[in-house]
């Protein structure tokens, strides 16, 4: 093998080497992102499916108070049972942030009382309800109608929450909508 012929050779590798890589790099740049996004959106998923299953079982609470306590477009506020135990917990679902929240206030004493501090865990990341002045939160009365009076908790007969979520707003695909609906089935 000549000069010529070796030179040309490491050239010609170096060369496709180089492309591979740069190839394999493009390919984990654009996939991670993708993955991402996709995270993002099934961590929405179950928090909102959770968020929902847990605000049709509202209930009074284990002191007798209202299911209701509070809401907004930004949150809601109300009794339901969510685990094994024979009390009622005060439950907060929230936007703070880029983060959908839930706040768990466990009662204690007799007659029970919610003094306990509230327990906070993030359902889900990267939520642009605020960026993109989105309602978290819409509440609607007994015949359907859409309440703006958000102090007439005793008239709200079903709830629907959406969630906007995207990773990174300044990069394309655009935000992903998650809505979905709640009748309260434990009104009277």
């Known amino acids: 093998m000549t000069l010529i012929e070796t030179v040309v050779w490491v ?5 496709a080497m180089l492309t591979i890589v740069s190839s394999v790099q493009y390919f984990y740049r654009t996939n991670t ?7 993002a959106i099934t961590s929405a998923q179950r928090g909102i499916e959770d ?4 605000a049709r079982e509202a209930s009074y609470s284990s002191n007798g108070a ?6 907004s477009t930004s949150s809601i506020s109300f009794y339901a049972d969510i685990d094994t135990d024979p009390f009622i917990e005060q439950l907060r679902y929230f936007v ?3 983060s959908l929240k839930r706040g768990i206030i466990d009662p204690s004493g007799d007659p029970p009382v919610y003094t306990n501090p509230e327990t906070i865990s993030s359902i889900s990341d990267y939520v642009r309800n605020v960026d993109q002045g989105v309602a978290t939160f819409r509440y609607y009365d007994l015949n359907g109608a859409l309440m ?18 995207n990773i990174n707003p300044y990069r394309l695909p ?12 434990n009104l009277r």
Do not use: H
């Not at 655009?174 to 089935?185: I, K, V």
């Open 33 to 39: 992102y993708t993955v991402e996004q996709s995270a």
């Open 96 to 98: 703070d942030g880029g």
């Open 51 to 54: 968020m929902v299953k847990t």
């Open 66 to 71: 209202y299911p209701v306590i509070a809401m």
């Open 148 to 165: 703006t009076d958000f102090s007439d908790i005793a008239a709200l007969r079903f709830i629907e929450v959406t969630i906007v979520v």
């Open 174 to 185: 655009n935000q992903f909508t998650l809505r979905s609906t709640a009748a309260l089935r």
């Open 11 to 15: 050239a010609i590798t170096t060369t």
